[in-house]
């Protein structure tokens, strides 16, 4: 079971790289932060907050999917978790409620990587006056978000 909370679960560091915020990925950056985890194992959802979409990991891998939740003008999405059937767009979520199952995200790899969620937090548009001093965050003008280290806000740290 993953529940992302004040303590938070391990992050992935395997020989495919580092799952931490803003970790290198060659020429780009990690958005998100990658939480250790068996697949199939019951993701649950870290705060109250509305349920948004279901949308598809990869354009050409459907299988892998991310839900998408919104708390406030926050926006988090847990990558790599195959959804809750009975969740439906605009329904209130409650912290701790089942959201669905990590799926087996190191079986489409052949370099070793751990099963994990990735896990992103992200602001629309350029907010980076809402972020507090200390906070890791990047704007990217391609996709017009702010995007903020998920730590610190399962930590309580970011103002939804």
């Not at 649950?44 to 979409?53: I, S």
């Not at 991310?66 to 999405?77: Q, S, T």
């Not at 489409?108 to 890791?136: C, S, W």
Request: glycine letters at 10%; hydrophobic letters at 40%; a negative charge.
């Amino acid at each position: 079971m993953l529940q992302i909370a004040r303590l938070q679960p391990p992050i992935r560091n395997d020989i495919a790289g580092g799952g931490e915020f803003l970790a290198s990925r060659g020429d780009r950056l990690h958005y998100g932060i990658d939480y250790q985890i068996a697949a199939g194992s019951h993701v649950l959802v870290a705060k109250t907050c509305e349920f948004v979409k279901v949308g598809q990991a990869y354009g050409d891998t459907p299988e892998f999917k991310y839900i998408e939740v919104r708390d406030g003008d926050v926006f988090v999405r847990y990558f790599y978790v195959q959804p809750n059937p009975a969740l439906s767009s605009g329904t209130q979520l409650f912290e701790a409620e089942w959201i669905g199952c990590a799926q087996p995200i190191g079986q489409h790899y052949a370099n070793g990587m751990q099963d994990h969620v990735h896990v992103e937090v992200f602001y629309t548009g350029e907010k980076a006056l809402r972020i507090p001093n200390g906070v890791k965050f990047i704007y990217r003008p391609d996709k017009d978000r702010t995007y903020v280290d998920p730590a610190a806000y399962f930590r309580g740290e970011i103002i939804a």
